[in-house]
């Protein structure tokens, strides 16, 4: 079941984070974040469950907002995910193979939206608190659009920090990701989600 969760119920990856808040709920959190951060990264790892198996991957990842994100799978397989603000490459180090796809087209209303970009919470989003577990807070984002893809994403604060994320396709999918050594206010330089592929792949465009 080896694919990129993170275009198909993220890439991204709709990561988001509470920065500086205390006593406030996670919607509050999540508001907050989405005004004032311009960067994110840490580490993740993710779980991937449908009726037939389940699988887990892990790795890092880079936000650069508007736009620039980086999302790197290295166990059990190594997989890199670039948004360069026009281009989504997504790199199969095993098949020696990178597809290319516009960025707008593919993210579209998904969860990696609101990762890069700022007006897609409001824009996309119905959001509302959906209780706590295990000292982490929820909200519930619900796409505005039927046809978004997604039945639902919840997205975990534990105090003022990025914890957990929930997210379950149209197709009954889920999966869930939990963040560690999460920094909301990364040194990231541009030049990192700049890619060119390497000599010798495949290039395909979707």
Known sequence: MKQTTFLKTLTAF?????????????????????EDAD????????????????????????????????????????QTIVGDGQTIWL????????????QNQTIGDSPASILSNKTAL???????EDGAKDGIDYVLAQPKKNNAGYQYIRI???????????????????????????????????SLFKFTPPKGVDVLSN
């Open 14 to 34: 709709g990561l988001a984070a509470a920065i500086g808040i205390s006593h406030a709920g996670a919607i509050d959190a999540l508001k907050k974040f989405n």
């Open 39 to 78: 960067g994110l990264s840490g580490s993740f790892s993710q779980t991937v469950k449908n009726k037939k198996k389940t699988q887990t991957t892990s790795g890092t990842f880079q936000i650069l907002r508007p736009g620039l994100f980086k999302w790197e799978y290295t166990k059990p397989y190594k």
């Open 91 to 102: 790199y199969d180090i095993d098949l020696a193979q990178v597809t290319k796809s516009p």
């Open 122 to 128: 409001d824009s996309s989003y119905t959001l509302k």
């Open 156 to 190: 975990g604060f534990k105090g003022d920090t990025l914890s957990a994320m929930q997210l379950k396709d149209s197709f009954g999918n889920e999966t869930t990701i939990r963040f560690n050594n999460v920094n909301s206010k990364p040194n990231l330089s541009r």
